[in-house]
């Protein structure tokens, strides 16, 4: 996993961006391509942001917001001064450009929805072709258990 940390808004320079790698810093050049990778960052209790690399060198962002839907932004408006990790890559360049235009496709296209269209949805649908959400998912199956045990304790 790599860790982009101190992406506050004053810093605009990549060069500090770094890999972790047990003990040893990484370089973040060290990536030629990172055209449709998977990057995130944390959010308020415990979730996190999901987006996707939209050039070579990820300095744009195709992510999703409540208030926008699917945007394309530059990474340190995604990254909000939050550390961003990368998640995963694209097999080869075929997967890198197939996952970016899938990505591109949804701006401006897709309003947001918590449900149905949130920024995993995007993500998802950019790196694998269908729009899924494990968050929500999580969400739901605890609401759904959680009503179950409510109504059960009820008998």
Not at 46 to 54: D, K, L, S, V, Y
Not at 143 to 151: E, F, K, N, R, S
Request: hydrophobic residues 40%; aromatic residues 8%; charged residues 15%.
């Amino acid at each position: 996993m790599t860790r982009f940390p101190g992406c506050g808004a004053a810093e605009t320079n990549f060069a500090n961006i770094q890999e972790t790698r047990g003990p040893k810093q990484v370089p973040w050049i060290m990536y030629a391509n990172l055209l449709g990778s998977r990057i995130i960052r944390q959010k308020e209790f415990g979730f996190q942001h999901p987006g996707t690399c939209a050039t070579v060198d990820c300095s744009w962002v195709v992510d999703s917001m409540p208030n926008s839907g699917a945007r394309l932004v530059p990474f340190l408006a995604y990254a909000q001064g939050q550390s961003v990790t990368l998640q995963s890559r694209p097999l080869d360049r075929n997967d890198a450009a197939a996952r970016a235009s899938r990505a591109l496709s949804l701006v401006g296209r897709t309003p947001y929805d918590l449900v149905t269209a949130n920024c995993d949805h995007v993500a998802g649908y950019a790196e694998t072709g269908v729009a899924a959400s494990p968050q929500v998912a999580l969400v739901v199956g605890v609401l759904l258990v959680g009503g179950a045990i409510w109504a059960l304790s009820r008998n």
